[in-house]
């Protein structure tokens, strides 16, 4: 996070901490960050911005309900994108999913069954380091893309995805409890169609309340009001900076100063070993020969905080956010820092 948008919290709290969410003040900001975030994403006539209270976990099962309408296809390559299909073979209502997986650090071919109507895949997994670039597959399935750890700071085009979906909290340096989607005109006919069906969807869960409620710049139920303020002030950076194009050339910087450190580092190497595969938002790194999880508590009681591994992967390793608010220069220095630590518990 910015230290502008802490100090945003300070200077637009007055006006909105306490008041409904329903009343103007808080409606204004609401429509501050659809304008904005349609803007950023360069978003067709039809499409708009939905959003709702949780967070991706929530919109997975928001997904579920209304957007699936009777099978998925999933492309799983890590933790993120795995749990989305399990809560799609979870639903009785709809039928087993086709999910097709690779090992980590590694990404499955863009493909689609024919028997299915929706076909969902991460933008970025932020577990392991691997990103995928939204494209359409063969066939007329929505597709759906999870881009809570990818919007904001890579490049995607409208035209290759239906539904585009995120939690603010990494490119938008924002807290958790909201979840946004941009969502086309095939979306939002979806959304109306699985309505019309007369499926029970619970009211927390039903994507065309969320679609009415964002219409009117709110939300179903109250939100955090300091997550609106923070990720406002963070879109509209990100814009006067230059938009999507200069957030996403900003974090390619860094993933090239992450990467090629690593590659001339003996006892370091990316994870994703397919450099076309990797992510310039979340930089896997594996060490040899040091502990990680050793460097990471150094980093940490130094004030360098969150460089670790993803707990399920299991792997000794280093993972790093370059999120547009992440400075490429200090990337640089973090590498100086990783090797000062890796020096001292060798000596």
């Known amino acids: 996070m910015r230290d502008s948008q802490i100090e945003a919290i300070v200077a637009r709290a007055a006006s909105v901490m306490g008041t409904s969410h329903r009343q103007a003040p808080v409606r204004d900001i609401v429509g501050s960050v659809r304008d904005g975030l349609s803007r950023l994403f360069s978003l067709p006539d039809g499409w708009e911005i939905v959003l709702g209270n949780g967070g991706s976990t929530v919109f997975w099962d928001v997904a579920v309900f209304s957007l699936i309408r009777a099978r998925s296809h999933h492309l799983v390559f890590g933790e993120f994108s795995s749990k989305f299909a399990e809560a799609a073979t979870a639903a009785p209502h709809l039928d087993d999913p086709v999910v097709v997986g690779s090992e980590p650090g590694t990404r499955p071919a863009l493909t689609a069954d024919a028997s299915c109507d929706t076909v969902a895949y991460p933008h970025n997994e932020t577990s392991t380091g691997v990103a995928m670039t939204p494209a359409r597959p063969d066939g007329d399935a929505l597709v759906l893309v999870d881009a809570t750890s990818a919007a904001g700071g890579l490049a995607w085009s409208a035209s290759q995805a239906d539904v585009y979906y995120f939690a603010p909290q990494k490119c938008f340096a924002s807290d958790g409890g909201l979840w946004l989607a941009a969502c086309s005109p095939r979306a939002i006919e979806r959304i109306a169609e699985i309505k019309a069906s007369k499926r029970w969807i619970p009211a927390s869960l039903d994507l065309s309340i969320a679609l009415d409620n964002s219409r009117a710049n709110q939300t179903y139920n109250t939100p955090a009001l300091a997550t609106f ?119």
């Open 229 to 347: 303020i923070m990720l406002d002030e963070q879109v509209k950076w990100l814009n006067d900076k230059g938009g999507l194009a200069w957030a996403a050339a900003r974090c390619a910087e860094s993933a090239r100063t992450l990467y090629s450190w690593a590659e001339r580092t003996p006892w370091a190497s990316p994870f994703v070993t397919d450099p076309s595969h990797r992510s310039d938002v979340v930089g896997t790194i594996d060490l040899d020969g040091v502990d990680a999880n050793e460097v990471n508590a150094i980093l940490r009681a130094n004030g360098i905080v969150d460089t670790d591994s993803y707990r399920k992967l299991g792997r000794n390793q280093m993972r790093i956010g370059m999120f547009p608010s992440v400075e490429p220069t200090d990337v640089a220095a973090l590498t100086t820092c990783i090797e000062m630590v890796v020096s001292h518990l060798r000596s």
